[in-house]
C-alpha cells in the first residue's frame, strides 16, 4: 500500500510539474524615461540597441504604443494595477508609504502569486506601495529597489539569481532599470546615477534635430507655465541647438548603457535553458521630450513623451512583425500576461488583452485611445489636467486651463505634431468629434476631467 500511494504521489507530482512546464514564463523588462524611437530597430540610426533588437527580431512590435500618464508613479502604478490613473487616484509622484494603496484594487504580482506563479522584481519601484508589503503587492522576491548608485548594474545579477533558483516553476519576473533617466542629471549638469558619460563631442559629430525641435505656432500657453515651476527640472529653456543636439547625443549613450544590461539579463535565460519557454515584455515607463519642441523631461502629450517602446517577444520561437494596434502598456499588460498564463484576471479590467492579437493578427481589439497627465512638481500637483484621445489617423489633445487649450493633429500627414489644426476652421467637424468622444468616455469611465467652457 505504501508503494501505491508514493506511486500515486510521484504520478501526481510529476502531472504537476508537466502543467507547470507548459506554462511560460513572463518576464517584464522596463527602462525609465524611453521614448518610442530610442530604439535602432525603430529606424534611429543615431544608436546601436542590438539587445532590443534581439527582442523586436523575435516578437511583435507595437508602433503605437502609449503610457498611461507621462509621469513615473502614475504610469507604474497603472502598470501593476491596470487602471488608469484618475481610477486609482495616483495622478503625481507619490512616495513609498502604506495606507496609500486600495485593497481593493489588486497589484501584478499578487495576481500572478494567486494563479500558481513564482513572483520577482528587481530595481527602480517607485510605487507607493512599500517594498516590505508582499501581501500587497505579492512579488515574493523584490531586491535592489533603492535608490543609489549604479542600481542598474546590479539588476542583471539579482534577475540571474532569481531565474536560477525558479527556474523549474513558471514565474513572473520584473526587470526594471532607472536608464536612461540619468538624462536629467545630465541636463543640470549633476553627477549621474548608474553610469558615467564623457564630454559630449563636437557639435558635428551629434545628432542632428528633429524637423519638430522648434516650437510650434498655436501650442497651448499652460505647458510653458509647466517649464517655470522647477529650473531644475526644466534647465533647457532656452537652449540653443547647440545644446538640444548635446542633449540627444547624451540620451542616446544611457540607451545604449541600459541596452547592454538587458542583453544581461536576456543571457541568463539562455544560460539556464528557458529562453524557449518565457515570454518578453518590454516596455518604458514613458518616454521623454528628446529635444522635439524644445522639450526635455515627461509630462505634456507629444508624442515623443507619451509614446513608450513596447516589444512582446519569445525568442527562438516567434517571427519579427510589426503591428499598429493602438496599446496602452498602463492597462493591457496585465490582461495581456493573464491571456498567455491562464491566470484569472481581474473582472473589473478594462485593458486589452494583447495575447489574441499575437495568436490572430486580424483580431481587432482597439481603434481609439485615451490617455492623460496631471502636471506636477515632483509630488506635488500643479492643478493643470489634460487629456488625449487618438486614432489611427488623428491626435487631441486638451488641457483644462488657458486660452489656447486644444490641439488636434494629423499624424499621418504630421507626425511631429507641428500643425495645430484646432484652431482652423477646416477641421471643425474633426475636432467636434474628438470633443464628443472624449466628453462621452470620461463619462462611461468616470473621470471627472473637463476642459472645454461652455
Not at 524611437?37 to 543615431?46: R, V
Not at 501584478?108 to 512599500?130: D, E, F, N, Q, S
Not at 524637423?211 to 533647457?236: D, F, G, H, L
Request: contains cysteine; charged residues 25%.
Amino acid at each position: 500500500m505504501a508503494a501505491a500511494l508514493l506511486a500515486g504521489f510521484g504520478n501526481a507530482k510529476a502531472q504537476v510539474q508537466k502543467a507547470n512546464a507548459s506554462k511560460p514564463n513572463i518576464i517584464i523588462i522596463m527602462t525609465d524615461q524611453q521614448t518610442a524611437d530610442a530604439m535602432s530597430n525603430a529606424g534611429n540610426k543615431d544608436l546601436h540597441t542590438p539587445a532590443m533588437d534581439v527582442l523586436a527580431a523575435n516578437g511583435t512590435r507595437f508602433t503605437r504604443a502609449y503610457c498611461a500618464q507621462p509621469l513615473c508613479t502614475p504610469s507604474r502604478s497603472s502598470i501593476f494595477s491596470g487602471k488608469m490613473p484618475h481610477e486609482s487616484g495616483f495622478t503625481g509622484n507619490a512616495p513609498e508609504k502604506d495606507g496609500q494603496w486600495p485593497d481593493s484594487v489588486l497589484m501584478m504580482g499578487k495576481i500572478l502569486k494567486a494563479g500558481g506563479y513564482k513572483t520577482g522584481y528587481v530595481g527602480k519601484w517607485h510605487l507607493p506601495v512599500p517594498v516590505a508589503k508582499i501581501e500587497q503587492h505579492g512579488f515574493e522576491t523584490i531586491e535592489n529597489t533603492g535608490a543609489g548608485d549604479y542600481t542598474d548594474a546590479v539588476t542583471p545579477s539579482r534577475c540571474a539569481a532569481f531565474i536560477k533558483k525558479n527556474k523549474a516553476n513558471p514565474f513572473l519576473l520584473v526587470a526594471s532599470f532607472l536608464n536612461p533617466h540619468d538624462i536629467c542629471e545630465w541636463a543640470r549638469g549633476d553627477e549621474l546615477k548608474m553610469d558615467v558619460l564623457g564630454t559630449a563631442p563636437d557639435t558635428a559629430f551629434c545628432p542632428k534635430l528633429p524637423a519638430n525641435w522648434r516650437i510650434n505656432p498655436n501650442e497651448p500657453a499652460i505647458i510653458r507655465e509647466q517649464q517655470k515651476v522647477s529650473p531644475r527640472t526644466y534647465p533647457s529653456v532656452g537652449w540653443n541647438e547647440t545644446q538640444w543636439r548635446k542633449y540627444r547625443w547624451a540620451y542616446n549613450r544611457l540607451v545604449e548603457k541600459v541596452d547592454n544590461y538587458v542583453a544581461m539579463v536576456l543571457g541568463s535565460l539562455k544560460k539556464y535553458g528557458i529562453e524557449d519557454n518565457t515570454i518578453i515584455i518590454f516596455t518604458s515607463d514613458h518616454g521623454d521630450g528628446y529635444a522635439a519642441h524644445e522639450w526635455n523631461q515627461k509630462q505634456v502629450l507629444y508624442e515623443e513623451s507619451a509614446k513608450i517602446p513596447f516589444m512582446i517577444s519569445k525568442i527562438g520561437q516567434w517571427k519579427a512583425k510589426t503591428d499598429d494596434q493602438l496599446v496602452c502598456n498602463g492597462i493591457d499588460i496585465i490582461p495581456t500576461i493573464c491571456g498567455f498564463t491562464g491566470v484569472e484576471a481581474p473582472a473589473y479590467l478594462k485593458g486589452l488583452d494583447l495575447s489574441k492579437r499575437i495568436e490572430n493578427p486580424a483580431v481587432k481589439l482597439r481603434d481609439t485611445l485615451v490617455i492623460e497627465t496631471d502636471f506636477a512638481d515632483n509630488e506635488i500637483l500643479l492643478g493643470i489636467k489634460g487629456r488625449a484621445v487618438i486614432t489611427k489617423d488623428f491626435k487631441y489633445i486638451v488641457y483644462d486651463k488657458g486660452e489656447i487649450r486644444e490641439q488636434l493633429f494629423d499624424l499621418e500627414k504630421d507626425p511631429g505634431e507641428t500643425n495645430n489644426l484646432a484652431v482652423k476652421s477646416t477641421h471643425k467637424k474633426k475636432l467636434n468629434q474628438m470633443r464628443t468622444y472624449l466628453k462621452n468616455w470620461c463619462k462611461t469611465h468616470q473621470d471627472s476631467f473637463y476642459a472645454l467652457k461652455k
